[in-house]
């Protein structure tokens, strides 16, 4: 079964702090991973996008890494700000057909 | 502006009624599709259609429904409601062309089945 699996579910950081996100995922045949933001009762905004092809895409802070191998992405998060408190999640989909398989994502909280 | 759009926000309903979800899309996106959102469970595939015309199921497509007759809409269907099917649900489509694979979301509609 294809599965996306995020560690960990809630990280608490000082304001400052680089840190790093984790998701791995089942069946390395994948078409493209994505990761997203989502504010409390809010819905969901891309980040960035990592085709099969590539290893890595940036977006000012934000850096994504994908190891098709290992089936790892990681997002990595320079100088967090309490503003990037949100939920991330990762998503995979494994045919070009738009139906992702989502992790269930981290909880981030950055204190001031 | 562009983007998707779902309709409604908010409902309430009592187990055994029926309605639809509504979802419209501006950009002329060829993939939609429709998620629903637990506590606990994160996003779940309900439905998806890769064009007008063409559906299939998720991981729990079981009590809804769906069809794709435009391009640009792709309604959700609860036949008889259930207090399981209470959630948050979203629709979202990407294009097919060379940079075009970002998915875009919807605001979300929540239900709630008494």
């Known amino acids: 079964k294809q599965e996306v699996t995020q560690i960990p579910a809630a990280l608490s950081v000082p304001e400052g702090e680089n840190l790093v996100l984790n998701c791995s995922f089942t069946?390395?045949?994948?078409?493209?991973l994505q990761w997203f933001r989502q504010d409390p009762g809010k819905g969901l905004t891309s980040l960035l996008l990592i085709q099969s092809s590539q290893r890595e895409q940036t977006s000012g802070r934000l850096n994504a890494s994908l190891d098709k191998s290992s089936g790892r992405s990681t997002l990595y998060i320079a100088a967090s700000q309490p503003g990037d408190s949100a939920t991330y999640l990762c998503?995979?989909?494994?045919?070009?057909?738009?139906?992702?398989?989502f992790g269930k994502g981290t909880k981030l909280s950055v204190k001031p | 502006n562009a983007g998707v759009t779902q309709t409604p926000k908010f409902q309430v309903l009592k187990t055994g009624q029926s309605m639809t979800l509504q979802c419209a899309q501006d950009?002329?996106?060829?993939?939609m599709s429709w998620y629903r959102q637990d506590p606990g469970m994160g996003l779940r595939l309900i439905h998806y259609s890769v064009g007008a015309g063409i559906t299939d199921q998720g991981e729990v497509p079981n009590g809804y429904n769906v069809s794709r007759s435009t391009t640009e809409d792709f309604p959700l269907r609860l036949l008889s409601a259930a207090p399981s099917q209470t959630s948050v649900y979203f629709c979202a489509s990407r294009g097919t062309a060379s940079g075009a694979n970002v998915l875009t979301f919807g605001a979300g509609s929540r239900l709630t089945v008494l």
């Open positions: 069946d390395s045949a994948i078409y493209n």
């Open positions: 950009m002329n996106h060829e993939y």
């Open positions: 998503a995979v989909e494994w045919r070009s057909q738009g139906n992702l398989i």
